[in-house]
């Protein structure tokens, strides 16, 4: 039996895909859970010529029953699972915070932090038992930046990666990694279940999405070559790693390049 194993939750297109494509090429059996059954069987078909151990799961984050039906199959088929990309997540509700239901607050964080939470929580006790294991969870330069008008989205990704930076100190003597992976804008699927007050800022993000010079397979190779060196961050945009170094060191230098920022897009 292949004895690298991966599950990608949210993995049958945009980011998760890439990943699950750039460890198959690596050898890696596959396994991606998402909640889109015709884009996920897709994506087995064309894993599937790379690692012929491949399969789809349905799994919905929001349910901790689905992930621990995941992780069951996972023993199952293949005695355990070796890498788990906490990847599932959605655009968020952009807008004024007095203009953000709290519905969709409790949407968002169901599913861009609770989803991680839960995939952190059903394989740790996995990982323990093997004596190995590495969680890569998907966050966000928003999560770094935390710009205007985007307040649940930078809260649940802030919440990702102070949870990555939590599960690092905790389990490092357990075996288990973490990587926390903080991209900005590339070309994905993002603005399909993104929600917004602010008129045309759909086709503002679409544009700088495809503006961008960094590709999904792009951000999946870095995510891949973190894995193998056991790095925590990976901030995969030179502008917004920059930015956020600034904002380390001269916060009101920040402030006044984040404002900046924010009137190209919002205005």
Known sequence: ????????????????????????????????????????????????????????????????????SARAELEARWGGVDVVVNNAGVGGTAGPIEDVSLADWQWVLDVNLMGVVRGCKTFTPLFKQQGSGHFVNIASAAGLMSAPMMSNYNVTKAGVVSLSETLLAELCTHNISTSVVCPAFFQTNLTENMRSHIGGLHSKVNKLMSRSKITADDVADRIYQAFVKKEFWVVTHPFERRMWYVKRFTPKAFSVLMQRQAKKLFS
């Not at 949210?10 to 050898?27: C, N, P, Q, V, Y």
């Not at 349905?58 to 029953?65: I, L, W």
């Open 1 to 68: 039996m292949n004895n690298k194993r991966i599950f990608i939750t949210g993995g049958a297109s945009g980011l998760g895909k890439a990943i699950a494509m750039r460890f198959a090429r690596e050898g890696y059996n596959v396994c991606i859970g998402d909640v889109n059954d015709e884009r996920g069987m897709e994506a087995e078909a064309e894993l599937k010529a790379l690692a012929p151990d491949t399969f789809y799961l349905f799994c919905d984050v929001t349910k901790v029953k689905h992930l621990e």
